[in-house]
T-cell receptor, first 111, second 115 residues
Framework: KNQVEQSPQSLIILEGKNCTLQCNYTVSPFSNLRWYKQDTGRGPVSLTIMTFSENTKSNGRYTATLDADTKQSSLHITASQLSDSASYICVVMDSSYKLIFGSGTRLLVRP | EAQVTQNPRYLITVTGKKLTVTCSQNMNHEYMSWYRQDPGLGLRQIYYSMNVEVTDKGDVPEGYKVSRKEKRNFPLILESPSPNQTSLYFC??????????????FGPGTRLTVL
């Protein structure tokens, strides 16, 4: 069964610290992997999209990595800010354009 | 401003009373989709549409209908809502379904409560 698993479920860090979120997937065949940021009560906003041939992509302080062999991805947040507090969702698209969503990691950045 | 809009943003209704949630995008996107989001379950796809007059079921289509008569609009219809359809609903669109740039843009969400 195609699945996307994220860890940890929740994370609390101090402002200015770095953190890494994990995503493991079993989706096959694979088309691309996306990371979204979702503020409470709002729609998700795209951070990165990576295809099979890409193993890293950055968007400001966010850097996503992809290992298509082990079917793992990570999202690294550098020098966290209070505004980074949100849920981060890993999403994998299969070859039939279907999106499979992870349940997200809830990040809280404390002053 | 390029955006996906949904209406209403909040709705409280009673079991069995038909309702429609509208979704509109102004980016000339081909692909549109509806999701529901429930605590602990993440986003689940209800229906999607590759283009005008083309719709297909997602993971949780039971109890919902959609139509795509024109490119910009993709309404979600609940013919006979039930309490288990209480949820946060998102509409999304993307330019195409294929290629690297098929980024999805999400609407602001509709919080539906069925009593």
């Amino acid at each position: 069964k195609n699945q996307v698993e994220q860890s940890p479920q929740s994370l609390i860090i101090l402002e200015g610290k770095n953190c890494t979120l994990q995503c493991n997937y079993t989706v096959s065949p694979f088309s691309n992997l996306r990371w979204y940021k979702q503020d409470t009560g709002r729609g998700p906003v795209s951070l990165t999209i990576m295809t099979f041939s890409e193993n890293t992509k950055s968007n400001g302080r966010y850097t996503a990595t992809l290992d298509a062999d082990t079917k793992q991805s990570s999202l690294h947040i550098t020098a966290s800010q209070l505004s980074d507090s949100a849920s981060y969702i890993c999403v994998v698209m299969d070859s039939s354009y279907k999106l499979i969503f992870g349940s997200g990691t809830r990040l809280l950045v404390r002053p | 401003e390029a955006q996906v809009t949904q209406n209403p943003r909040y709705l409280i209704t009673v079991t069995g009373k038909k309702l429609t949630v509208t979704c509109s995008q102004n980016m000339n996107h081909e692909y549109m989709s509806w999701y529901r989001q429930d605590p602990g379950l993440g986003l689940r796809q209800i229906y999607y549409s590759m283009n005008v007059e083309v719709t297909d079921k997602g993971d949780v289509p039971e109890g919902y209908k959609v139509s795509r008569k024109e490119k910009r609009n993709f309404p979600l219809i609940l013919e006979s809502p039930s309490p288990n359809q209480t949820s946060l609903y998102f509409c999304a669109s993307s330019k195409t379904t294929s290629g690297r740039s098929n980024e999805q843009f999400f609407g602001p969400g509709t919080r539906l409560t069925v009593l």
